[in-house]
């Protein structure tokens, strides 16, 4: 059970530093952790989030105030791209989050996330706000690195990986962005980019700057959109998953390896080192 004052990791039992998301232990301390700042947040208590006035029950990356530039930025892409269907991993907390002002096109919208008191607070939220503008929208809750992602048009992920180790993000990655067939057509990375090299975490209570092009993941991503400066620069990352699986079928007809194996490699340089050559 959770404590309304559960904030902090040092508030319930400390999971190992190896422990994996399939057992839920750290699902259910961040479940903890944002159960405590979604109570205070219904009984209009900001001070009871444990964080400052105008943050989002998610996070100050999550708060409207910082996401100004993504507002008018997503519904653009949207359209550009003939997105008729978008999955959302993970969805955050929408009622203090930035999603409720997007201007929405008319499209299939699902929200992933794996806590769940996040994933009943929003499917309340729709109950009474006709979907936002969007064709249909529902919230359900997905480990996105131990189960596939729903399939769509688009995956768009925000500030998610980056409380990821890189084990976790190679998981996700071979379930539901690199796999072919795809499960995505695009898939749309927000985060904060590094200074240098892509550097490791242990714990989902971390954060790390990520690039999804360099090692260890060398994913073939273009940067379309950027925003913010100093600790809160964002950088949107693009990864054009049909592309990805249309490369990877060529190399396979080359290959004595399985398209799947070698759909899982990021980038031409290392698929080449597959390539069979008599």
């Not at 996330?113 to 706000?129: C, F, H, P, W, Y």
């Not at 993941?217 to 998953?241: C, H, I, P």
């Amino acid at each position: 059970a959770c404590s309304r004052n559960a904030t902090r990791r040092s508030a319930v039992e400390q999971p190992k530093a190896s422990t994996r998301l399939a057992d839920n232990s750290d699902a259910d301390f961040m479940d903890c952790t944002y159960l405590s700042r979604q109570r205070a947040f219904d009984d209009g208590d900001s001070k009871g989030w444990g964080v400052e006035d105008g943050w989002a029950v998610s996070g100050l990356g999550s708060a409207v105030a910082t996401q100004r530039p993504l507002l008018k930025f997503l519904p653009g892409f949207l359209g550009k791209y003939g997105i008729r269907s978008m999955v959302e991993a993970s969805s955050g907390h929408w009622a203090s989050g930035w999603q409720r002002h997007v201007r929405w096109p008319r499209i299939e919208y699902v929200g992933a996330d794996v806590l769940k008191s996040i994933v009943e607070a929003n499917n309340r939220l729709l109950q009474g706000n006709a979907n936002f503008g969007l064709a249909s929208a529902h919230f359900e809750r997905v480990n996105m690195v131990t189960t596939a992602l729903p399939k769509a048009d688009l995956l768009f992920s925000k500030d998610t990986i980056i409380h990821f180790s890189f084990e976790r993000i190679k998981a996700l990655l071979r379930l539901s962005v690199t796999v072919c067939p795809p499960r995505f057509k695009y898939v749309l990375f927000v985060h904060e980019p590094p200074q240098g090299d892509n550097v490791d975490i242990e714990g989902v209570d971390q954060h790390h700057a990520i690039a999804l092009r360099a090692a260890p993941f060398w994913l073939n991503t273009t940067t379309v959109f950027k925003y913010g400066d100093g600790n809160r620069r964002k950088t949107v990352e693009l990864f054009d998953v049909t592309e990805h699986c249309a490369r990877a079928a060529g190399y396979q007809a080359r290959s004595l390896m399985p398209l799947h194996v070698v759909a899982a490699y990021g980038n031409d340089s290392q698929r080449e080192s597959l390539i069979y050559t008599p």
